[in-house]
């Protein structure tokens, strides 16, 4: 398969797979923020890996990827049905913690910018 379809199959699935969790009643997923962070789809296009990040951090997100790992036969089936694939890749739920790494290296980005500017402000005084 040309990458170019893959990483279009890739989008497709990762919006569609947002919608589907939102619709998920397992206990493991509710009350959580999580947010499918990438969609890796083989070159033949057989099977998936799908990228789960939790806000609340990885032990969090890797509950929900399992979770997320028991209901993969309907998503994988739903998948399918909406974009109108052949055949549906396989489905590999990973927990993931990138949003939790980000919000801190953002607090420390913010933190850099306070000391700078406190020692810009003391070196005009």
């Known amino acids: 398969m040309p990458s170019y379809r893959a990483n279009r199959i890739a989008e497709d699935m990762k919006r569609e797979l947002i919608a589907l969790i ?6 493991r997923l509710s009350g959580k923020l999580l947010t499918v962070v990438r ?8 099977s998936a890996k799908i990228y789960i990040s939790a806000m609340e951090g990885l032990e969090s997100a890797r509950e ?12 994988r089936g739903e998948l399918g049905r909406r974009l109108r694939l052949r055949k549906a890749p396989e489905l ?16 420390k980005i913010a933190e850099l910018v306070i000391t700078d500017d406190e020692e810009d402000s003391g070196n005009e005084n």
């Open 64 to 75: 929900a990827a399992k979770g997320l790992q028991n209901a993969a036969g309907l998503l």
């Open 22 to 27: 939102r619709d998920l009643k397992d206990p």
């Open 39 to 46: 969609v890796a789809v083989s070159g033949d296009g057989s």
């Open 92 to 107: 590999r739920f990973i927990g993931d913690d990138s949003i939790a790494a980000g919000t801190e290296i953002a607090r």
